[in-house]
C-alpha cells in the first residue's frame, strides 16, 4: 500500500512560519505531480500547491508571496514553506501524489493540521 508521510503540521501564531514535509515513495515519485490542499471545517477542500519535476511550484492566489513549494528529487520529498501565516490559513492539510503516467492513480496523505492563532 502506497504511503505519503506527511509532517510539521502545528500550532503557530499569526505571522510565523512553519515548514510541511510529504514523503513518497521513491518508486512512485518520479513522473508525478505532487502538491498540497487544504480543508478547514466547513469549507470545501482547495489547492494550495503543486510541482511537477523538473518545474517550479505553482502556488494558489490566496497563499502567492506567503507560501513556496520546493521537491527534493534525491529525497521523495516535497515541502511547504509557509510564511506570514494567517488565520484563515488554518486547516487540516494534505499532501497528494498523482501519476503522470499509466495508471494514473492518486494517493493522499493522512493529513497534518496547521492553527493560526490571532
Known amino acids: 500500500q502506497v504511503q505519503l508521510v506527511e509532517s510539521g503540521g502545528g500550532l503557530v501564531q499569526a505571522g510565523g512560519s512553519l515548514r510541511l514535509s510529504c514523503v513518497a515513495p521513491?518508486?512512485?515519485?518520479?513522473?508525478?505531480?505532487m502538491g498540497w490542499y487544504r480543508q478547514a471545517p466547513g469549507k470545501q477542500r482547495e489547492l494550495v500547491a503543486n510541482?511537477?519535476?523538473?518545474?517550479?511550484?505553482v502556488v494558489a492566489d490566496s497563499v502567492k508571496g506567503r507560501f513556496t513549494i520546493v521537491r527534493d528529487n534525491a529525497k521523495n520529498t516535497i515541502y511547504l514553506q509557509m510564511n506570514s501565516l494567517k488565520p484563515e490559513d488554518t486547516a487540516n492539510y494534505f499532501c497528494y501524489l498523482k501519476l503522470l503516467v499509466v495508471p494514473r492513480n492518486e494517493y493522499w496523505g493522512q493529513g497534518t493540521q496547521v492553527t493560526v492563532s490571532p
Open positions: 510541482i511537477i519535476e523538473s518545474r517550479s511550484g
Open positions: 521513491g518508486s512512485i515519485f518520479r513522473n508525478s505531480v
